[in-house]
Nanobody
Framework: QVQLVESGGGLVQAGGSLRLSCAAS????????VGWFRQAPGKEREFVAS????????YYGDSVKGRFTVSRDNPKNTVYLQMNSLKPEDTAVYYCASRAGSPRTSIYEYSYWGQGTQVTVSS
């Protein structure tokens, strides 16, 4: 199985940028589609973005389209989430997750999860 570790979270002012990393071990990340999700206090975990294992196609949730970019570096066994023009409503714990098939938007479709990294955007 694959183990995932997120990093790169922190505190940033509105309008700023952060880049999150999802480092994989145990298996090669190129074998998996990877999704990014986030969960704010008192809210359900929601889909943010995903990248396909087959051709690295990317998909985004409506709330982050045009601001976030997902990418993968297979030799480094890492997937990234570049977050620009951050808003206070982006504050959440961000998780990466992997699945063997095509990317999905539902949390229930993903088999392996990281522990999460906190992103806080101040106004």
């Amino acid at each position: 199985q694959v183990q995932l570790v997120e990093s790169g979270g922190g505190l940033v002012q509105a309008g700023g940028s952060l880049r999150l990393s999802c480092a994989a071990s145990g298996r090669t990340i190129s074998s998996y589609s990877v999704g990014w999700f986030r969960q704010a206090p008192g809210k359900e975990r929601e889909f943010v973005a995903s990248t396909a294992r087959s051709d690295s196609s990317s998909y985004y949730g409506d709330s982050v389209k045009g601001r976030f970019t997902v990418s993968r570096d297979n030799p480094k066994n890492t997937v990234y989430l570049q977050m620009n023009s951050l808003k206070p409503e982006d504050t959440a714990v961000y998780y990466c997750a992997s699945r063997a098939g095509s990317p999905r938007t539902s949390i229930y479709e993903y088999s392996y999860w990281g522990q999460g990294t906190q992103v806080t955007v101040s106004s």
